[in-house]
């Protein structure tokens, strides 16, 4: 019967490679933690002839270890670098987009940048002349499935003078 310790190397970089491989699904560090202190702490004891046992101890070692001294440095600078980004309807207030139907009784149709139509209304003060189909405006305000509009050159203006 062959010493089968004597492949344990393999049986290292398999466990090293799933862990990395559960890693690119989870994306949390956890795994990636767990897969280096696999290969430095339990490949790293085998290479250097250390008995399974030890080659174990080191590799949990080394795995708690990085988990709790790297992972939070390296979760806390991915989500500093990341900041807020707006979804959903927040990301549709400051939107861009073109009049595809005229405004009539006040109500009209949108294609907004992000490529959805919406039922569209003027804000106050413009009148549905002032949106004809094809004419640019931007996102004022959000009500339900409603979005308030007004011409792009208009809100250019305004802030022009606020500015």
Do not use: C
């Not at 430095?40 to 250390?50: C, E, I, K, M, R």
């Not at 149709?109 to 003060?125: I, Q």
């Amino acid at each position: 019967m062959p010493d089968l310790t004597a492949y344990l190397w393999i049986v290292w970089l398999v466990l090293a490679l799933l862990f990395v491989i559960v890693e690119l699904l989870t994306l949390e560090f956890t795994f990636l933690m767990l897969a280096a202190g696999t290969l430095v702490g339990g490949l790293g004891v085998n290479l250097l002839g250390g008995p399974w046992w030890l080659q174990v101890a080191a590799a949990a070692a080394m795995s708690a270890l990085l988990l709790f001294t790297i992972r939070p440095l390296l979760l806390r600078a991915l989500r500093r670098s990341s900041g807020d980004a707006k979804t959903n309807v927040d990301a549709l207030y400051g939107a861009g987009g073109r009049v595809v139907a005229p405004f009539v009784d006040g109500a009209g149709s949108v294609k907004l940048d992000n490529g959805e139509t919406w039922t569209a209304r003027p804000v106050a003060g413009v009148p549905d002349s002032g949106l004809a189909p094809g004419t640019r405006v931007i996102v004022a305000a959000v009500r339900g499935a409603t979005v308030d509009v007004a011409p792009a050159s208009t809100l250019h203006e305004r802030e022009a003078d606020h500015g």
